[in-house]
T-cell receptor, first 110, second 115 residues
Framework: SQQGEEDPQALSIQEGENATMNCSYKTSINNLQWYRQNSGRGLVHLILIRSNEREKHSGRLRVTLDTSKKSSSLLITASRAADTASYFCATDTGRRALTFGSGTRLQVQP | DTAVSQTPKYLVTQMGNDKSIKCEQNLGHDTMYWYKQDSKKFLKIMFSYNNKELIINETVPNRFSPKSPDKAHLNLHINSLELGDSAVYFC??????????????FGPGTRLTVL
């Protein structure tokens, strides 16, 4: 299986609710990154958290990292219809490229 | 002022043909990448180049040949196209620091359909 695996694969919520996505990985990392992909578009970087950090915030985004459990979570608070997209975690394991998971498809209903 | 651009956006071709996808970045980054995204949205690294030097060549058939004429360009040439090559190909770039892989900036993707 892949280095990064997101859970759930798909998530449907109402506008205003919070959305939480989880990512698990297998090997040690330098950093973990979250990206967003709108349908038919390229990936856009959201946030990077380094292996010595436990939590990071950016606007309505909150990312946590637990290196002992090899897992990370992305929380989007007060979701909007415009947040509808696929979200990917990606790990930097020192091999000069990121390893991506298969993503979580988030649908925010207006 | 597009950061990472790819051409073409769509490519429809017959099996056995040879095609190229071009990528350019104007961010001054040292490292460029090619990723393949399959129908299940799984994104996999194919190649990475740092200052025109090949760094990563994942188990990609040698029908795929990347070419980096300068550090702002990384083109992908595919020979003898097969049905299984149908996918979306993304170019990306990053400014790596200290050997780590920092934020990557992605192009809009090229949707390749092999008939």
């Amino acid at each position: 299986s892949q280095q990064g695996e997101e859970d759930p694969q798909a998530l449907s919520i109402q506008e205003g609710e919070n959305a939480t996505m989880n990512c698990s990985y297998k090997t040690s990392i330098n950093n973990l990154q979250w990206y967003r992909q709108n349908s038919g578009r390229g990936l856009v970087h959201l946030i990077l958290i380094r292996s010595n950090e436990r939590e990071k915030h950016s606007g309505r985004l909150r990312v946590t990292l637990d290196t002992s459990k090899k897992s990370s979570s992305l929380l989007i608070t007060a979701s909007r219809a415009a947040d509808t997209a696929s979200y990917f975690c990606a790990t930097d394991t020192g091999r000069r490229a990121l390893t991506f998971g298969s993503g979580t498809r988030l649908q925010v209903q207006p | 002022d597009t950061a990472v651009s790819q051409t073409p956006k769509y490519l429809v071709t017959q099996m056995g043909n040879d095609k190229s996808i071009k990528c350019e970045q104007n961010l001054g980054h040292d490292t460029m990448y090619w990723y393949k995204q399959d129908s299940k949205k799984f994104l996999k690294i194919m190649f990475s180049y740092n200052n025109k030097e090949l760094i990563i060549n994942e188990t990609v058939p040698n029908r795929f040949s990347p070419k980096s004429p300068d550090k702002a360009h990384l083109n992908l040439h595919i020979n003898s196209l097969e049905l299984g090559d149908s996918a979306v190909y993304f170019c990306a770039s990053s400014q790596d620091r200290g050997g780590g892989t920092d934020t990557q900036y992605f192009g809009p993707g090229t949707r390749l359909t092999v008939l």
